[in-house]
């Protein structure tokens, strides 16, 4: 289903030079980028997530071209298209790509080196080079584009595209980190969070195939029910992380959307029916959990010795 397979992991993915070379320069140049924007500007978590729409209008707007073209790179009709735009595609996949493309890694890699989670990582000189490579991984998506689709982004809608995102890219600057101080009321159960996120992930990849297979209400109703979906769970973790909230309840909170994403990938393999697939997605899961484990045990020790 288009780029809805982008949500899991295919083993004859990996057999695409092309594909691998872009997703690497990419997603790794580009993610890099948004988190060195946010440490030298010292932005909120509200101005990553502005970067990561930023982010997702250039790939599936200008890139891939998926958010307006009517019938995806894969020829499956998308739900709701209006003036030339896939409306709730665009909120849905925009949507999976400041969670699961741009907080969750940023998240887990400060987590895994919390040491140096508030200082810059690159020069001002490795910074171009990173920005040289997200370009190169934009335009191998491009290409990608119109090898596996005939339709062609109009001079309007990439214009429109780009003004949107310089826009979204200015409010993120505006967005800086006040630090504000948290409430001493308890945060919920580890357990609790991560089965948030287990199932704030899993719904929100249930409006993936909507966009696809539509429903029985207009598509207009349909975005607006994931734009309330997404500000509700927003302010549901607005709320819980300014109690007691710990490092341990961040990580679980990423596993388990981590693990929507891959349960979401698996069912996707496995409905190919490729065996293959099948076994490369359940090593991932396998991987997932025990990288989980690792990370959560050092925390755990972590925490044991400030409290000591």
């Known amino acids: 289903m288009g780029e809805v397979v982008g949500a899991s992991l295919r083993l004859n993915s990996f057999a695409q030079p092309l594909r691998v070379l872009?997703?690497?320069?990419?997603?790794?140049?580009?993610?890099?980028?948004?988190?060195?924007?946010?440490?030298?500007?010292?932005?909120?978590?509200?101005?990553?997530?502005?970067?990561?729409?930023?982010?997702?209008?250039?790939?599936?707007?200008?890139?891939?071209?998926?958010?307006?073209?009517?019938?995806?790179?894969?020829g499956e009709a998308v739900h709701g298209n209006a003036f030339g735009v896939n409306w709730f595609w665009a909120v849905v996949v925009s949507g999976y790509h400041v969670v699961w493309s741009v907080l969750i890694p940023i998240a887990v890699v400060h987590l895994a080196f919390p040491h140096s989670r508030r200082s810059p990582w690159a020069s001002r000189r490795a910074a171009g080079a990173l920005t040289a490579v997200f370009a190169c991984g934009t335009a191998i998506f491009v290409v990608i584009s119109l090898l596996r689709s005939d339709f062609r982004l109009s001079w309007v809608h990439a214009a429109a595209t780009i003004v949107v995102t310089a826009g979204l890219v200015f409010a993120a600057t505006t967005c800086k980190d006040r630090g504000r101080a948290g409430s001493a009321a308890r945060a919920p159960g580890r357990m609790a969070v991560g089965l948030f996120g287990l199932v704030a992930g899993t719904g929100w990849f249930v409006l993936f195939l909507v966009a696809f297979i539509g429903g029985p209400v207009s598509f207009v109703w349909w975005t607006a029910g994931a734009l309330s979906f997404a500000a509700a769970a927003a302010l549901v973790l607005r709320r819980w992380t300014r109690r007691q909230w710990t490092p341990r309840h961040q990580l679980v909170l990423c596993f388990g959307a981590g693990m929507s994403a891959a349960l979401f990938g698996l069912l996707l393999v496995a409905l190919d029916g490729h065996r293959a697939n099948t076994a490369f997605q359940c090593v991932v899961i396998a991987a997932l959990i025990a990288a989980y484990i690792s990370l959560d045990r050092r925390l755990s020790l972590q925490e044991a010795l400030e409290f000591a």
């Open 22 to 74: 872009g997703i690497v320069c990419f997603y790794g140049a580009g993610v890099v980028l948004i988190r060195e924007i946010a440490q030298r500007l010292r932005l909120s978590t509200w101005g990553v997530v502005l970067l990561g729409c930023a982010f997702a209008l250039v790939e599936e707007g200008l890139a891939l071209q998926t958010i307006f073209n009517p019938i995806g790179m894969d």
